[in-house]
């Protein structure tokens, strides 16, 4: 059973435009949502995370948006740029125990100039 | 600091052989990974140790593949015998360990298995 769901699969979007990837998950004792960036040829790399605590998490052009309720979330990338395009990655761990995270499988983003 | 290192970056394998692939981790980590990324799988993960300690073997992955940790600054994964299913990127990743730590991943192995 897939633990970590995210769509869609691909998103394509123009430059200056804002982009929202989205994730959802099934174990409500996850607590802890980062969101990975992975550019080809490299592994992914941290981009932001949120705890189950906050429902808004801000760096720059990037936000995350949590609804715990429906678990869900987005994140949402403002003024998307060409350098913007890679593969992003929702994960989920629980807080409590051994780290583990279970990844999705990825929304590949394209930002046209 | 240097990040986390991979080797080799590209492998290609006949079916039937034995392969290894190398990870040395960000020094000072408590925590390694292995993974395996696929188009269609996405990340799963292979085999998890702290403190060098084997914490999780990946369940569906045990028969061919076993991941060692010699010391805390190495770290190798065998697949054997190897299959072409087995073609994917291999991903190491190390952690400062416990909860809501970042993991800091490598470059990756390309392995081709023909």
């Known amino acids: 059973q897939q633990q970590v769901r995210q769509s869609p699969q691909s998103l394509t979007v123009w430059e200056g435009e804002t982009a929202i990837l989205n994730c959802s998950y099934e174990?409500?004792?996850?607590?802890?949502f980062p969101w990975y960036q992975q550019f080809p040829g490299e592994g992914p790399a941290l981009l932001i995370a949120?705890?189950?605590?906050?429902d808004k998490k801000e760096d720059g052009r990037f936000t995350i948006f949590f609804n715990k309720r429906e678990k869900k979330l987005s994140l949402h990338i403002t003024d998307s740029q060409p350098g913007d395009s890679a593969t992003y990655f929702c994960?989920?761990?629980?807080?409590?125990?051994?780290?583990?995270?279970?990844f999705g499988k990825g929304t590949s983003l394209t930002v046209i100039p | 600091d240097a990040g986390v290192t991979q080797t080799p970056r590209h492998e290609v394998a006949e079916k039937g052989q034995t392969i290894i692939l190398k990870c040395e981790p960000v020094?000072?980590?408590?925590?390694l990974f292995w993974y395996r990324q696929t188009k269609i799988q996405g990340l799963e993960l292979l085999s998890y140790?702290?403190?060098?300690?084997?914490?999780?073997d990946g369940g569906a992955f045990k028969d061919r593949f076993k991941a060692e940790m010699l010391n805390s600054s190495f770290s190798t994964l065998k697949i054997q015998p190897t299959e072409p299913k087995d073609s994917a990127v291999y991903l190491c990743?190390?952690?400062?360990?416990?909860?809501?730590?970042?993991?800091?991943f490598g470059p990756g192995t390309r392995l081709t298995v023909l």
């Open positions: 140790f702290r403190s060098k300690s084997l914490m999780e």
């Open positions: 020094s000072g980590h408590n925590d």
């Open positions: 174990n409500s004792a996850f607590d802890y």
């Open positions: 949120i705890r189950s605590v906050s």
């Open positions: 994960a989920a761990s629980e807080s409590t125990g051994y780290q583990n995270f279970y």
């Open positions: 990743a190390s952690s400062f360990g416990g909860p809501s730590y970042e993991q800091y």
